[in-house]
């Protein structure tokens, strides 16, 4: 007998025929033997609908946003009910858990909570009894009692979270996507469907902009060692669906690149003439950072006149608060410099894989096929695995598929 975790998400449960697949798909499990255990989130866009209704009261205080947490776990709860009253319907014994009867217990970092440890032990007696446990994934409770939310894509990391606690054969994830491509096939009609892909890749193409799982989840797999499937719920069960992240030890070979990410929406800012001297950064990125700004690539420019340009990527709904941040910290003597440079019409394209540890020529290769299309590179920074270029928004498809097809990753290796 397997156990394993199954988390469906909003599109998987959208409506009641859906619910009734999922049941369908639960029957399957237990009937070859195995053990299921439900995390799911709320129905279709209803995430949204409540965080609307919120914005026409405010959620800006830190007292508001603990009410948003509650009013968003109601999503969740509508689901898991829903779907106990299916199973229940099919003939399977069932029971529905919000996060704070299960005891997912969090940090009370509202709208953002992390995950401090999960109980089981009702659960566990569930199962024994053959009783199918249905939790609602995205929430759970602070040490104080009050409802707390993991933030978009918590969802995923709860099932991971039961996973690791389960030492689950697997935490299966179901989507409206059946599993991970070598990059987006809206761009590149060559994409390809990974078998396996290793947590470190999924980990880089999770936080470059790749939105099929939630990057918290990959990291929390990572560290427990919970292999993951990512696989449609519309798609019929079968043991080779989908797409299995797992140890790096688990793939004999692989493509030296395994993959290309991008996210559309970066900005460019650089500081123009600041004072070269120790510390100068960490009175840049310290505000930057209290001020909630997510700062990515970083390069910085010496000149011999002992002053220096400071160039960082973030997001471009977080410019404005870049720009507050940056001028308060001048104001306040804490930096100097003579000119801030925002640059909105930006994308960020990375290549990535576990396969560049031990090859060379993989960045040569990167910067020659986009030097043969004309596409400049304004910022670089590398990692073991990865490779991240900032380019002009306007070519970012472009290089997308010119770099999947210099990689040539439409073959299998």
Request: glycine fraction near 6%.
């Amino acid at each position: 007998m397997a156990r394993f975790v199954m988390k469906f998400g909003g599109t998987s449960v959208a409506n009641i025929a859906l619910l009734e697949r999922i049941a369908d798909r639960v029957q399957r499990v237990q009937k070859a033997g195995h053990e299921a255990v439900l995390v799911v989130s709320a129905m279709g866009h209803e995430t949204d609908r409540l965080v609307t209704l919120a914005e026409s009261v405010d959620f800006q205080s830190l007292a508001t946003r603990r009410e948003l947490d509650v009013l968003l776990a109601t999503g969740e709860q509508v689901t898991i009910s829903l779907l106990a009253m299916m199973l229940l319907k099919k003939g399977l014994a069932a029971k529905s858990y919000q996060g704070h009867q299960v005891r997912i217990l969090t940090d009370e970092a509202h709208s953002r909570a992390r995950v401090l440890r999960v109980e089981t032990d009702e659960l566990e007696r569930d199962l024994s009894h053959n009783i199918v446990p249905v939790i609602a994934g995205f929430q759970g409770v602070a040490a104080n009692g009050w409802t707390t939310t993991l933030g978009r894509g918590g969802s995923d990391t709860t099932a991971v979270a039961f996973a690791a606690a389960f030492k689950a054969e697997r935490c299966d994830i179901f989507t409206d996507v059946d599993g991970i491509y070598t990059t987006d096939p809206r761009i590149s009609t060559d994409a390809r469907k990974l078998e396996k892909i290793a947590f470190e890749e999924m980990l880089e193409l999770a936080s470059l902009g790749a939105k099929v799982l939630q990057t918290r989840s990959v990291e929390l797999a990572m560290r427990y060692n919970v292999r993951l499937r990512v696989l449609s719920s519309f798609e019929k069960p079968s043991d080779s669906a989908g797409t299995l992240v797992c140890a790096e030890e688990e793939i004999m070979e692989s493509n030296v690149v395994a993959g290309v990410a991008y996210s559309r929406d970066e900005a460019k800012m650089t500081l123009i003439s600041v004072a070269d001297r120790p510390g100068i950064a960490a009175a840049i990125f310290g505000p930057l950072s209290k001020s909630g700004v997510n700062v990515d690539m970083i390069v910085q420019n010496i000149s011999e006149d002992g002053r220096t340009d400071m160039t960082f990527s973030c997001p471009t709904d977080q410019v404005l608060r870049a720009e507050k941040s940056l001028q308060t910290a001048k104001d306040t003597g804490t930096i100097n410099y003579h000119n801030l440079v925002a640059d909105e019409s930006v994308a960020k394209v990375s290549v990535v894989g576990i396969g560049m540890r031990s090859h060379a020529g993989v960045a040569a290769t990167m910067f020659e096929a986009l030097h043969g299309e004309g596409i400049n590179i304004k910022v670089i920074t590398t990692s073991e695995i990865k490779i991240s270029v900032l380019i002009e928004r306007k070519y970012m498809e472009l290089a997308v598929q010119t770099l999947h097809d210099a990689f040539e990753l439409e073959k299998v290796a």
